[in-house]
């Protein structure tokens, strides 16, 4: 089973929008915003500013998007369970266990 409540979602869909507005501002605007069309040469500076703001921005959607993504459960073997209706949720201590 696959649960995301409404508000992991909509969040899930703006920051995966706006990842991919940012990341794409990064690859396209910020080049050609950089150029100097009148004398034909590049701002460095302007390019570092808006690339690294628009790679700022992707980096915290991105972020976002792996913390909204939703939570999976596992429902197989339902009948070796006490109760079949009460979906285990992992503690703190079960996590560090299941890493070690």
């Not at 792996?66 to 285990?88: A, E, W």
Request: net charge positive; with cysteine.
């Amino acid at each position: 089973i696959w649960y995301t409540s409404t508000m992991e979602y909509k969040a899930n869909n703006i920051s995966n929008f706006l990842g991919w507005l940012s990341f794409s501002s990064a690859l396209i605007i910020a080049p050609l915003v950089s150029i100097n069309y009148r004398h034909l040469d590049f701002n460095k500076q302007r390019y570092f500013k808006v690339a690294g703001t628009s790679l700022g921005f992707t980096a915290i959607a991105l972020t976002i998007n792996i913390c909204t993504h939703g939570k999976s459960y596992d429902t197989k073997n339902v009948k070796d369970r006490k109760n079949p209706y009460n979906l285990p949720s992992i503690a703190p201590n079960t996590l560090f266990e299941i890493i070690n």
